[in-house]
Structure formats: structure tokens, C-alpha cells
């Protein structure tokens, strides 16, 4: 006997329009698969909001619950390595792509997708992070990696006012580097300060395609926009410096050229976090819940119902969200 529970539902009509309701499911309609969790927390990614509007670049068949981020506790376990009882993170990989996902209260998934909760985060705070969060670690990680230090100067982050934009800021300033923020949104300068930018500086003067190398400033850059703006930011970027890029609502055209690779050896790094490994995963995920967690992420955030979430997907739309929402399924 399956268990009743609520999720959102995109629906196609016959004149191909996408309705979004919230129904009653069971647990008799999710896929086959190891582990069955109680959803307690999700968040809006832009992904989601993808998803939701029929977008067949992320979603192909429909009635579908999107929803790529979940935290919750197991309810059932068919693995010897997850239990019954255990707190845990799912996303990513094909959740709420085309598995039913996170605006569900419950999720149905592979044992390999499924991340015990680390020591120092809680279900919520995991959320506030979320599959944003985890990126923005990822791209942080990458400049490390590459040799990206606070002492090498200004770090440049587009889209600042986003998911992974904001985290990154906020991330980056936590661990000691100089924070440049890129946005669109004028109104929100006092935001990006306050989670940690030292500087905000408008989309207009994030873009110059005026010549094919300009004057070096950035150690490193996490763009999470991509077109002109990534262009420009590796155009800028000083020698050997770092890009890190994971996003592409700016754009998916790259106007670039060899200089800055051939004259100044800059790097550029994709980050792609659906697919990413899972060792490599859950050290992201241990680095977020220790050294490299916020202290102020509540400023990140704002929190809604599974019932508010319809609106809220049309605002990340519009370009009008800010930071992370935070979906609480029993809210």
C-alpha cells in the first residue's frame, strides 16, 4: 500500500501549454529504485524553473515533479549501505530531470545518488546550499586547485545575485579572498556587500568586446551567466589565472580567441556538478559542512511552501529571484 503525499506537477495540455498544480501522489507512482526518502527540504534552481515551462532541453516527458535538489530521511532501503532512519542529501545526477523530484514529499532513487548528511549540516542548511551551493563549492575547489590563492588578488563573480553567484560570494569572502560582484540588479548592491563582496559592479561594465585582450585584473572568475560577459571576464583575466564556468543564461556563444590562453595562460575550467563523482562529491559536501561553511547563509535565503513555489519559479524566470529559496515540503 502505497503512501499519499503532495507534490507540484507539470502537466502538458493537448495545445501544448505547461499547467503546474500541486496534487496528491503516491509512492505507488515514483520509478523503481533502492531507497525511498521523506523530503523535508528543496530548493529552486533555474533548472527547475527550466523544467517547469516544458523546457526539452532538461525535461522530455510530462506529467513530471521537477525539483533536482532534495534533503529528507529514509523511509525504505533495499542497500546494505544506506538505512532506514538515515539523514540524507539527493541531487543532482537525473533527479527532477526525468525522475520525479524534489517538489515531491517523497522521492524514489538509485543508492548510488544518495549522500549521507554531513557532520555540521543540518537537513535545512543543506538545502540553503542545495545544488547551487554545491557548484559554487565545486568552482571554488577548481580555483584552489589551480593554484587560485587569496594573495593572488580579486576573484570576479557574475551573476551575484543568483544561486550559485550569491553562495560564491558569500564562500569565497568566508575563505579569505577579495570578492568582485557582477549583476544586473542595481537595487541589490547592500546585499552582495553584506554576504561579502568588496566591490559590485554593473552587467554593462562586465562586458567589453572592444579587443581581443584587455587589461588583466582577475586571479580568478566564477562565471555562472556565460556569453559576453564569460568572454570578457577571460579577456580580463590576469596571467595565469583561472575561469571557472558553469552557466550559460548570458548565452552558449563564446566570442573568444587564443591570446589569452597563448599570452597569459589562462585556464578555463568547466564545471559540470550533475554527473560529478561521488567520492569527489561527498568531499565537497564534507568541505561546505566544515571549513568552508557560512556564517551568515540565513542572508542567502528566504523559505517558502510547496504552495508558493509556482510564483516563485516565475520570478526566477523574470530574472527577478535573489539568493537561494528554500522549499520546506511541509511547510
Known sequence: MGINFKALVVSKTEDVKYVR????????????????????????????????????????????????DSSGIVEQSSSDNIKKGAEVIVHAYDLGVNTLGGFGQYIRVPAEWVIKLPQGLSQRESMIYGTAGFTAALCIYKLQQNGVTPNDGEILVTGATGGVGSTAVAMLAKIGYEVVASTGKKDQEQFLKDIGAKEVISREDSVDLSRPLLKGRWAGVVDAVGGDILTTAIHSTKQHGTVTCCGNVGGVELKTNVYPFILRGVNLLGVDSQNYPMDKRVAIWNKIADEWKLDNF???????????????????LEGKQKGRVLVNLWK
Not at 39 to 45: F, G, K, P, R
Open 21 to 68: 498544480e500541486i496534487k496528491e501522489r503516491s509512492t505507488d507512482d515514483l520509478p523503481e529504485g533502492d531507497v525511498l526518502v521523506k523530503v523535508n527540504y528543496s530548493s529552486l534552481n533555474y533548472k527547475d524553473a527550466l523544467s517547469a515551462i516544458g523546457s526539452k532541453g532538461v525535461t522530455r516527458n510530462y506529467p513530471h515533479t521537477p525539483g533536482v
Open 298 to 316: 540565513e542572508l542567502l535565503c528566504s523559505e517558502i511552501s510547496l504552495e508558493q513555489l509556482s510564483e516563485n519559479i516565475d520570478l526566477i
